[in-house]
């Protein structure tokens, strides 16, 4: 069974940070390109970045570049989303999911989600 756990959300002034983990598990990790999604209130959901499996490939959505850095650790087959200089409009449901093999392929399976908070 695929499993992706999402932690590290919580309660943040803006400008902090927080480092958000995706735990895999029930399939090969290192085949699949895993993505960071977010839902804020009344909007849609969003991708925020990706990490490609083979080559590493990294993409960033242009609101988070600077700001947030994807990673990931095969040993441990978890990815996990570093997020520096917390703005309140970061504030949503942060979602990781599993892809194919690249980030363009398609999204297999989701996470539960976990909820960043970010206050002014």
């Known amino acids: 069974e695929v499993q992706l756990v999402e932690s590290g959300g919580g309660l943040v002034q803006a400008g902090g940070s927080l480092r958000l983990s995706c735990a895999a598990s029930?399939?090969?990790?290192?085949?699949?390109?895993i993505a960071w999604f977010r839902q804020a209130p009344g909007k849609e959901r969003e991708g925020l970045s990706c990490?490609?499996?083979?080559?590493?490939?990294?993409y960033y959505v242009d609101s988070v570049k600077g700001r947030f850095t994807i990673s990931s650790d095969n040993a441990k087959n978890t990815v996990y989303l570093q997020m520096n200089s917390l703005k309140v409009e970061d504030t949503a449901v942060y979602y990781c999911?599993?892809?194919?093999?690249?980030?363009?392929?398609?999204?297999?399976?989701w996470g539960q989600g976990t909820q960043v908070t970010v206050s002014s």
């Open positions: 990490i490609g499996s083979g080559d590493g490939r990294i």
């Open positions: 999911a599993q892809l194919g093999y690249s980030c363009d392929s398609t999204i297999q399976s």
């Open positions: 029930g399939f090969t990790f290192e085949d699949s390109a």
